[in-house]
């Protein structure tokens, strides 16, 4: 059976929770980087996780094996890590969890999400995620939020956050916020919308524009200057790939048009081959990746 399990029982101060979880709703991998971001930033402690086998299907999500020389050094499975963080300000302390979106039995999964929230008062819940959406790289990307009382949609408004319209499938991090709502739970569920034509890769663009938000909601001050500095070199990668490519560079000037009329997020990308434009931009991101670390190297 699905479980707690406890390493240490850490003493904390009215924690908010913050979640980043890999699969379906981690769109240039925003919700994990973000949450990684933290962890290694605060130095936060693991003190717990939650055991994986109830919980996920590994003919899909498949354990990552590390083979030396032919010899098996060690099995990772799919993982639901938790750290905690004491903030020296004594404000909201914060715990952290980092994991995978469960495939299987929801419902038990928030039971012991909120069992454990539940133990050490946790006030607030912030989850997450990454969506693909028609915005253009050459633009500050939105960040959109969905919250389970109108009260904190009030309160998080001067944040910046755009407010979400949607009908259709829904990550676990829905489930979660109608879990939250019943029991009287605060929950805002955080996304970052990164260009669709931008895919499979990690975006510190969008990365960054949710961290800038998040910060600002969790009283948090830290410099970001790094994640500026990968975003940089992606959008500079991105403009030399639109100076040799006219399809690209049409598809971009129409999403900066959506854009600056205020529509990004409201359709589905249509025509324009966006299949092979998808796999062209990931192929050249490749390459500029390889080139660096080439360099690096030197």
């Known amino acids: 059976m699905g479980e707690f399990i406890l390493r240490n029982r850490p003493e904390l101060k009215d924690p908010y929770l913050v979640i980043g979880f890999g699969g379906w709703g981690n769109a240039g991998e925003v919700g994990t980087s973000v949450v990684k971001y933290l962890k290694d930033r605060l130095s936060a402690k693991k003190f717990g996780e939650i055991a994986p086998e109830e919980f996920y299907d590994f003919t899909t999500v498949r354990p990552l094996i590390d083979v030396e020389d032919g010899v098996v050094r060690r099995l990772k499975m799919a993982s639901n890590e938790l750290f905690f963080w004491k903030n020296p300000a004594q404000e909201h302390d914060l715990i952290l969890l980092l994991g995978f979106e469960p495939q299987l039995r929801w419902e038990r999964f928030t039971r012991i999400v909120l069992g454990m929230a539940r133990q050490w008062s946790v006030r607030r819940v912030y989850a997450l995620g990454g969506v693909y959406d028609r915005v253009p790289h050459t633009k500050e990307p939105p960040v959109s939020a969905v919250v389970n009382y109108i009260r904190l949609k009030q309160e998080l408004t ?7 319209n949607y ?5 676990f991090y829905s489930f979660l916020l109608m879990a939250c709502r019943r029991r009287r739970l605060e929950m805002a569920s955080i996304w970052g919308h990164a260009p669709a034509y931008v895919q499979a890769v990690k975006n510190p663009k969008v990365c960054r524009a949710v961290l800038d938000r998040l910060t600002a909601l969790l009283g ?3 410099d970001l200057s790094d994640l500026k500095q990968a975003s940089d070199h992606m959008d500079d990668a991105l403009s030399r790939l639109l100076e040799q490519n006219d399809e ?6 129409q999403f900066e048009k959506e854009y600056e009329e205020q529509k990004a997020g409201q359709n589905r990308l249509s025509g324009m081959g966006e299949e092979r434009i998808v796999r062209d931009v990931e192929a050249f991101l490749r390459r500029e990746q390889r080139g660096r670390e080439d360099v690096s190297e030197d």
């Open 167 to 171: 009908q259709g499938p829904s990550s």
């Open 158 to 164: 001067p944040s910046g956050l755009g407010w979400t």
């Open 220 to 222: 948090l001050s830290l």
């Open 248 to 253: 690209l560079r049409s598809y971009v000037e």
